[in-house]
Each structure stands twice: as C-alpha cells, then as structure tokens.
C-alpha cells in the first residue's frame, strides 16, 4: 500500500522504466483535517517501486504554478508517456486556478529526461473544452466544465498520438451527456480537439479513462460515481468499471460496462509477473475514518464477455469523495 504519514494520497497514474514502476499521484496535506478540501489543494506527487506493493518516495513531480496562472489552484489527474523520437517523457496533467474558483479544467503538458525533474510547457494549457462538441460550463445543470483527466497513448494505425479526456456532450440529459473526449497530435505539442468517442452512455461522467490491450483485446477502464449513473440498478456502485473495446479507439460497449472494484479512480498496471492488476485509492477505512492511500494491486482477469474481474477474493473498499 501507498500511503503517507502526512499527506492524503487519491489518484494515481503509472510508467514503467526498466524493472522500476513510476506513480504519480494526487496529495494534499492532512492537516487540511476535512478530506473535501483536498481537491483544491492538490498537488502531483510521485514514487517508485519494483513490485507495485513497496515503494520510495521521491520529489513531488508538478505543484500550482504561482497565481496568477491557469493552474495556480490545483494540478490533478494525468499521464505520462516517453516520445520514443526523443527519449523525452511527457506528462499530460489537469490544472484550475484560483480565478476560475476551480471550476474550468484544462489540460497541461510538461517533459523530464529522467522522470525525476519537470519542466512546465510553457504554452500550456495545451488544451480546454470546444463548445462546437462538448460542454461549457453549465451552472446550475453540472457542477463544473469537466476536461481532465488526460490519457495519451500511440496508435500505430495512423502513427499519430491520441489523448482521451473526461467530457461531457454539448446537449442532452445532464445525466447522460458523459463522454470520451477526443484529441489527436502528430508532435505532442498541438492538439486538434475531435469529435467525442461516444454518444450518450447513461452517466453523468466518465473519470480517469484508460484504454490498454489486454489478451488480444481492448478494454476501456473508468470510474463512475452512483450519483452519476442516469438508471442505476442494483448492481451499480460507485467504483472503478471496464467495457469492451472493438479497437483502441472504440466503439466502446458501455452497456457491457461491469465494475471492477469500488476502490475508485483505479489503474490497471502489468505487474512484473506479467499479470495484470488494478491499483485504486483507498477513502473511508473500516472505522469510517478516511484514508488517503492507494491499494496495493488487486489481480484481474479478462472475462468472456471482455471485461476485467478480480482474481480470487479481495475487498471493496468503500469511496468517499
């Protein structure tokens, strides 16, 4: 388990570099006391580990950018890619700023040669939401302009670099309107905003997007609020979900969509054993007394219908956001 003496840990984001896992993961100070507060207090911290299970902490990796900037408030949720061109690692990250009283996401960029040290793009915000696809901000409706969360990977079909983000359609039921937002780069650096990857899914949001090919097959993992959910049924919680990919960039069945774990904002990882598991953030513990840890990874498995499952017995743990 990650988790620090004083500091809350929640989302996390992974890279592999030789035998050592980097995390790089969402923290604010427990001396916050109120764990909500935490949001907005959030910076980017990081760690490494050989096993997934034990790990060292070192330097944080991104903090707010003194005010005034786009990101002066909080960074949150990202991921992190090396241009095999260069060598370079790229970190994609979401900032809100104090101006904006948090409410409008956007998505920045920043590079390392050692995944130690990160320099900020200073053209950043590389990217905000396009009102001739996807939402603006819509107060009362929706209680944010949602557009984070970025999660790039390399399509070898067209050899271009794609980037999935949290969105939700311009129109419809404010519950239904959640969506796989799409941009596509051929350097890293400029983004073209494309059409969402969905029409409406049945959720209010789709967070801390992940598509990776597992077996042969491609599977899109996401975490869901109940809240969220526009017809919940018995067996929706609040927890992380995977639905069947027919490629890496959709369709996406989400009416296959079956959770994986109500440990939230979970990632699936390759272990070193070559099996593949998830690592979520721990919330409320037994006592009812929040956490603010990730878990150690939980062994998955693919299932017929093209989803993921836990391998063996493991435990729910309960999300409080």
């Known amino acids: ?103 409008i996401q956007r998505v920045g960029h920043a590079t390392s040669g050692d995944l130690i040290t990160w320099v900020k793009d200073l053209s950043s915000p590389i990217a905000e939401a396009d009102a001739k696809y996807y939402e603006k901000l819509n107060l009362p409706s929706w209680h944010d302009e949602a557009w984070r969360d970025p999660w790039v990977f390399f399509n070898a079909i067209d050899g271009k670099w794609h980037m999935f983000v949290t969105a939700r359609h311009n129109q419809g039921d404010t519950l239904d309107r959640a969506t796989v937002g799409h941009l596509i780069s051929s350097d890293l650096s400029n983004w073209s905003i494309e059409q969402p990857l969905t029409g409406p899914t049945g959720f209010g949001q789709l967070e801390v997007l992940q598509i990776e090919q597992i077996n042969g097959k491609f599977v899109l993992i996401f975490c869901v609020a109940l809240e969220h959910i526009k017809n919940p049924m018995q067996h929706f919680v609040s927890g992380t979900y995977s639905a069947p990919a027919e490629t890496i960039l959709g369709p996406f069945d989400l009416s296959k969509a079956d959770l994986i774990s109500a440990e939230y904002a979970g990632r699936v990882v390759q272990g070193p054993d070559g099996v593949w598991n998830l690592l979520g953030f721990i919330g409320n513990g037994s006592n009812g007394e929040f956490v603010g840890a990730i878990s150690d990874p939980i062994p998955l498995s693919l299932t017929p219908n093209g989803t993921l499952k836990p391998v063996g017995s493991f435990s729910l743990t309960s999300r409080n956001i």
């Open 1 to 103: 388990m990650l988790i620090l003496k004083e500091r809350w840990v929640w989302d996390s984001w992974y890279y592999k570099d030789g035998d050592n896992y980097h995390c790089f993961f969402l923290q604010a100070d427990r001396s916050l006391v109120d764990p909500e507060k935490r949001h907005l207090n959030a910076s980017i911290g990081h760690a490494v580990s050989k096993d997934l299970t034990n790990w060292e902490i070192l330097p944080d990796a991104i903090s707010p950018t003194k005010a005034p900037a786009w990101d002066d408030n909080a960074t949150w949720t990202g991921s992190v890619i090396k241009d095999p061109k260069t060598g370079i690692f790229h970190m994609f990250y979401t900032g809100v700023n104090h101006a904006e009283k948090g409410l």
